[in-house]
Antibody, heavy 123, light 113 residues
Framework: EVQLVESGGGRVQPGGSLRLSCSVSGFIFSSYWMTWVRQAPGKGLEWVAN????????YYADSVRGRFTISRDDAKNSLYLQMNSLRAEDTAIYYCAREYCSGDGCYRFFDHWGQGTLVTVSS | DIVMTQSPDSLAVSLGERATINCKSS????????????LAWYQQKPGQPPNLLIY???TRESGVPDRFSGSGSGTDFTLTISSLQAEDVAVYYCQQYYTTPWTFGQGTKVEIK
């Protein structure tokens, strides 16, 4: 069974930092692109960042580029999101998700999601 | 960025009746080299993460009931629930994966009338 479990959320003051983790099981982690998607309270979904197998390519939403860093440790089956210079508008549930891969390639939609971890940026 | 606009924002449908949700993209998401529409649909129930329903605009994910269907091409897409069940109460999102940044519609809330 595919499982993704996020951790590391909490309350932080504006300008602070937080590191989210996503531990996965039930699939060959090193074979998949992985992504972070966030959802502000009562709002819609916003893609944040994604990372290729092996970490050789990374992409970011404009809203977080230069402040957030996505990384992975394939030996630990784990995905990370380092969040610096946090702002009130970063308050959201952060989901890690697996991007779809099949025999003919990998595509940027998300077939498995974690339950999410809540990040609150407030003084 | 490709802007995804869903309509309506919410709808109430009687049990057993049809529910139709529309999604319009600001640019085509049809990749002409393979004739695939890079469009997915998700269902999100309260307190849960999103769940993939449909990809390639009309391919149902494994395990998704066949009352859910997707259609459309280019810039205009539709998610149809042919016979609404109580467990279908949720917010539904479309998402384009044609080009970065991967963007979602604002969501459509489906309720029971």
């Amino acid at each position: 069974e595919v499982q993704l479990v996020e951790s590391g959320g909490g309350r932080v003051q504006p300008g602070g930092s937080l590191r989210l983790s996503c531990s996965v099981s039930g699939f060959i982690f090193s074979s998949y692109w992985m992504t972070w998607v966030r959802q502000a309270p009562g709002k819609g979904l916003e893609w944040v960042a994604n990372i290729k197998q092996g970490g050789t390519e990374k992409y970011y939403a404009d809203s977080v580029r230069g402040r957030f860093t996505i990384s992975r440790d394939d030996a630990k089956n784990s995905l990370y999101l380092q969040m610096n210079s946090l702002r009130a508008e970063d308050t959201a549930i952060y989901y890690c998700a697996r991007e779809y891969c099949s025999g003919d390639g990998c595509y940027r939609f998300f077939d498995h999601w974690g339950q999410g971890t809540l990040v609150t940026v407030s003084s | 960025d490709i802007v995804m606009t869903q309509s309506p924002d919410s709808l109430a449908v009687s049990l057993g009746e049809r529910a139709t949700i529309n999604c319009k993209s600001s640019r085509t998401v049809l990749y002409t080299s393979n004739s695939y529409n890079y469009l997915a649909w998700y269902q999100q129930k309260p307190g849960q993460p999103p769940n993939l329903l449909i990809y390639w605009a009309s391919t149902r994910e494994s395990g998704v009931p066949d009352r859910f269907s997707g259609s459309g091409s280019g810039t205009d897409f539709t998610l149809t629930i042919s016979s609404l069940q109580a467990e279908d109460v949720a917010v539904y999102y479309c998402q384009q994966y044609y080009t970065t940044p991967w963007t979602f519609g604002q969501g459509t809330k489906v309720e029971i009338k």
